[in-house]
Every structure is written in structure tokens, then in C-alpha cells.
């Protein structure tokens, strides 16, 4: 590993710290103002095995002297001590001297990248697995009053004809072209380049804007990039950044579209996305998480956020809990999911979130108390307020 220490003090925490760890603190033993740790960690063993078995060592106080160190020195004891929290703790410290957008993903402003973009300009959406920027251009289009002059194209085998007509035809009259997945077309990737190359300033209408997404792909034509306006869509990471990420696509005035229902409303939407940001993170662990990796999109959501409105509407005044699991947990997200044990996987957690518990006041989610319910008595929150206070 490169560590070298010339201390050689057997390890005192030897059944519970790693002899790669105490051999680090012995070298930061030799730094500065962390002279005496080792001996400090002899004398109080036990305090600091309390702060070793701690859930969160990076909120927790250093034992004596050393909870007196700068927050950046208390990193490296925490490097030392319990590596897999320094990442962490590192968010802590970036997001105490820097600020919280420093570490929290942030949502492509649409209206600045158009504000700097040109009808010879295309703008590109670089794409990571599960995200779809379909939504927010569509919302963008209609806050630009352009929904009806915006024509959507999905690329692929024998597309290129229909795309190429479309994109000469928005050029002439002023419209906008949205070319989806443009890495599943990679033959007529070039002549996209022509095309656009060939766009005469002084002759396309002024509105014009191409708009395109794809995957990383070495076969997408360098020169679009290089002149092109460059978006990278990335999905969330964390269950509030999830959250934050679901209720930024809705405003007020669709919140309280539920006619006569907004509480039943409110309540189950807050479900619905802690429910879509569990099975999200769930990703990442891999075969713990499903035995089959799955790309759920934004979609699958708005598409259960719009039947949640339409059926709670439709059976009013009950809850149609049969008609919502069925639609969410077998067709929506389910229709994704290929093992059976997935599919029971999921239908398990959406009966956590979507049931008529969630409609009580003080509901929890979890036995720590930490993720609760959309509280009906706060149900007159607006969508920013609710969203800053989600755990």
C-alpha cells in the first residue's frame, strides 16, 4: 500500500480496526498537531470504538483533545479510522464552506442554454442510463408558447428520410425538430452533419432549433458537438435529490388540479416519489438490489403521476388503492420487470407507500422516524416548500 510507519505500536483496536487503518494513523501520528493520537487512542480504546461503531463518524465528536481539530482534520482521522464514511463527510465539508449546490445535482436551465443558442446551433443532450429530457423540453416548449410548433421524432432504422423532411420543413417555417436517441441511428449520423452544415444563416428562420439526445457514442459526428450547445442529463443521486427532482416537473397549479381530492392527491404523490426514488437506488447495489438491472425513466413516473389524478378523480370519493398498484407496480414500472422475483420486489415496496396508512397524519416510512408522510394538515405548502423540507 505504500504506508510506511515507523511507530510500531501493535494495534489496540485488533478485532475491530483493520491493521491497514492503524498503520495510517500511526503515520498521521507523525503530523503535525496529531502528535499523541496513537497514544491517546491506547488510553481511550473504548471512546473511540463508540466512535468507530457510530452509524454516522463523520457527525460524531472525536474523542478528548481531538474534537477541538479543524473540520479538516478531522477528515483525515475519519480517513484513517472509517474510510467507507469519508466520502460522506467530505459532502459535509464541501457543502459547510462552499454551499449545498456544490453537491447536489443540478437541473439544466433550458431558458439560459436557448437564450445562448442560434437556429445553426444545435442543442445536445448528452444522455446517462434512465434519464429522458423529453419532459423538460416539452415544459420548456410550452412556457416558450412553441408546444405546437415543437415535432418530436424517435431515430432509428429507416427514420432518416422522415427526420430529414421534418428538420427542412421546421427550417423553412419557423418550428422546432427533436431528434431522440440519435445513437440508435448511427448510419444517418452523418448526413445529420451535412444537414446542419448546410443551414444557411441568412436564409433559415430565425425560431428554428434543432434539438437532439443520445448516448455516448464515438459514432456521433464530432462537428456537431464542437459547434453544438452541450447539455449532460444525468439521473439523481440520493433519495431527496430524487424527490426534488420529481416535484421540479410539476407546479403549483397541477398540484391542486385534483378537484375536490388535493389531500388524497398530495399524500399519495409524495408516496408515489418515495417510492420511485427507492426503486432508483436501488440500482446501485447491484444484483442486492435486482437480480436484473432495470432502466426505469422519468416517464414511468409521470405516467403513474397522471393516472393517480385521473383515478382518484374517476372513483371519487374512495381511494381506487387495487386500480394503482395494478397500473403502477404491473404495467408502469412493472412492464419494465422480467424476473418474478423483481416484479415481487417491487410490488412489495409500492404496498409500503401506497396504501391508506400514507393518508394518516404522522405516517412513517421507516422505523427511524426519519421519512415521513406528506402531512394532509400541510397539504397548503407550495411545491418549493414542500420539496426543500423532504429528508
Not at 103 to 120: C, G, H, N, R, W
Not at 150 to 174: C, D, H, K, N
Not at 320 to 340: C, E, Q, S, W
Request: net charge negative; aromatic share 12%.
Amino acid at each position: 500500500s505504500g504506508i510506511n510507519a515507523e511507530y510500531g505500536v501493535d494495534n489496540v483496536g485488533e478485532g475491530w480496526l483493520s491493521d491497514r487503518s492503524w498503520t495510517e494513523l500511526e503515520c498521521l501520528n507523525m503530523v503535525g498537531d496529531f502528535v499523541g493520537i496513537v497514544d491517546t487512542f491506547k488510553d481511550h480504546a473504548d471512546a473511540f470504538r463508540v466512535y468507530f461503531d457510530s452509524s454516522e463518524p463523520h457527525r460524531a465528536p472525536l474523542p478528548g483533545k481531538w474534537e477541538e481539530l479543524t473540520k479538516f482534520q478531522k477528515l483525515l482521522i475519519l480517513k484513517c479510522i472509517r474510510p467507507d464514511k469519508f466520502t460522506n463527510a467530505m459532502q459535509d465539508f464541501i457543502a459547510s464552506n462552499l454551499g449545498d449546490q456544490f453537491i447536489e445535482p443540478q437541473t439544466a436551465d433550458l431558458s439560459l442554454v436557448y437564450k445562448d443558442s442560434s437556429p445553426t446551433t444545435p442543442l445536445i443532450f448528452v444522455l446517462s442510463v434512465g434519464t429522458d429530457p423529453a419532459a423538460d423540453l416539452y415544459a420548456f416548449a410550452e412556457e416558450m408558447k412553441f408546444s405546437k410548433k415543437l415535432t418530436a421524432i424517435s431515430l432509428g432504422q429507416g427514420q432518416g428520410p422522415r427526420a430529414e423532411a421534418m428538420m427542412r420543413s421546421a427550417m423553412e417555417r419557423g418550428r422546432w425538430v427533436f431528434f431522440q436517441n440519435c445513437h440508435l441511428a448511427p448510419s444517418w449520423m452523418s448526413s445529420l452533419e451535412q444537414l446542419i452544415e448546410n443551414i444557411d444563416p441568412d436564409k433559415v428562420h430565425r425560431d428554428f432549433r434543432l434539438w437532439l439526445t443520445s448516448m455516448p457514442t464515438p459514432k456521433f459526428p464530432v462537428a456537431i458537438l464542437q459547434n453544438g450547445s452541450k447539455m449532460t442529463v444525468e439521473p439523481p443521486r440520493g433519495v431527496k435529490a430524487n424527490l426534488l427532482r420529481s416535484y421540479a416537473q410539476y407546479n403549483d397549479e397541477f398540484l391542486t388540479s385534483c378537484t375536490g381530492r388535493d389531500a388524497e392527491f398530495k399524500a399519495l404523490l409524495f408516496s408515489l416519489f418515495m417510492f420511485n426514488a427507492v426503486i432508483c437506488e436501488r440500482r446501485k447495489f447491484g444484483s442486492l438490489g435486482f437480480n436484473i438491472p432495470y432502466d426505469f425513466t422519468t416517464g414511468d413516473c409521470n405516467i403513474c403521476v397522471s393516472q393517480l389524478n385521473m383515478f382518484l378523480q374517476e372513483y371519487a370519493p374512495q381511494v381506487p388503492l387495487k386500480v394503482l398498484h395494478y397500473t403502477a407496480g404491473d404495467i408502469n414500472f412493472g412492464g419494465r420487470v422480467t424476473d418474478d422475483w423483481d416484479r415481487r420486489c417491487i410490488n412489495t415496496i409500492l404496498y409500503g407507500f401506497y396504501n391508506s396508512e400514507v393518508l394518516k397524519e404522522d405516517h412513517v416510512f421507516s422505523e427511524s422516524g426519519i421519512y415521513t408522510n406528506f402531512l394532509t394538515s400541510r397539504c397548503s405548502r407550495t411545491t418549493s416548500s414542500t420539496s426543500s423540507n423532504c429528508p
